[in-house]
Nanobody
Framework: QVQLVESGGGLVQAGGSLTLSCSAS?????????MGWFRQAPGKEREFLAA???????DYAASVKGRFTISRDDAKNTMSLQMNSLKPEDTAVYYC???????????????WGQGTQVTVSS
């Protein structure tokens, strides 16, 4: 079983930056599992944000491309999401995810964290 724990959420002013981290345990992720970030705002569906493959290939949603950067450190079993130029519409619960597939070609994930709240004030 895989456990994912997010951290780094909080309150930030518009235009500011925040870095989210995801700590993974229960399995070795190197070479086997792509990882990603999603978010869900109140009253909205969960939204894909970014993903990183085992070879560090990345995929971004158009809404965050150029502002958010995803990365992974397999030696530490961690993944990060650097978020810049934050906007009030980025306010949501952010989720870390992992899947039994090394590629980012599809957006179906098998494991999920509990989420961390990000609030961007105007």
């Amino acid at each position: 079983q895989v456990q994912l724990v997010e951290s780094g959420g909080g309150l930030v002013q518009a235009g500011g930056s925040l870095t989210l981290s995801c700590s993974a345990s229960g399995r070795a992720f190197r070479y086997t599992m792509a990882m990603g970030w999603f978010r869900q705002a109140p009253g909205k569906e969960r939204e894909f944000l970014a993903a990183v493959s085992v070879r560090d290939a990345t995929d971004y949603a158009a809404s965050v491309k150029g502002r958010f950067t995803i990365s992974r450190d397999d030696a530490k079993n961690t993944m990060s999401l650097q978020m810049n130029s934050l906007k009030p519409e980025d306010t949501a619960v952010y989720y870390c995810a992992a899947k039994n597939n090394p590629l980012v070609s599809d957006r179906t994930y098998d494991y999920w964290g509990q989420g961390t709240q990000v609030t961007v004030s105007s």
